[in-house]
Nanobody
Framework: QVPLVESGGGLVQTGGSLRLSCTASGRTFSSYAMGWFRQAPGKEREFVAAISGSGGRTAYVDSVKGRFTIARDNAKNTVYLQMNSLKPEDTAVYYC?????????????????WGQGTQVTVSS
């Protein structure tokens, strides 16, 4: 088990910024690839961003490229999602996910561990 706790969601206006955090328990955080996914009302959960165990490789869905940045601090067992220039279509519940193995992963079914989600609402 890898308990994951997300924080940092909230209500922000269009063009604003938020930083999500996801902290994991355990001593081998750097051995886990991490990802962020989101689920908007009435839609399926989708990939947002992912990062390899070392943090050296990242991947993003096209709709957030240039606006969102994923990063990790392995000393703090934490992965971040910095979200800038937010749009109403970014409104969703954002989930953090973890999977053992340092290789970057972008598919939901590659992840075994999930956080409880944090709500992000962008008002127009």
């Amino acid at each position: 088990q890898v308990p994951l706790v997300e924080s940092g969601g909230g209500l922000v206006q269009t063009g604003g910024s938020l930083r999500l955090s996801c902290t994991a328990s355990g001593r081998t955080f750097s051995s886990y690839a991490m990802g962020w996914f989101r689920q908007a009302p009435g839609k399926e959960r989708e990939f947002v961003a992912a990062i390899s165990g070392s943090g050296g490789r990242t991947a993003y869905v096209d709709s957030v490229k240039g606006r969102f940045t994923i990063a990790r601090d392995n000393a703090k067992n934490t992965v971040y999602l910095q979200m800038n220039s937010l749009k109403p279509e970014d409104t969703a519940v954002y989930y953090c996910a973890a999977e053992f193995g340092v290789r970057i992963k972008i598919l939901q079914n590659e992840y075994d561990y999930w956080g409880q989600g944090t709500q992000v609402t962008v008002s127009s």
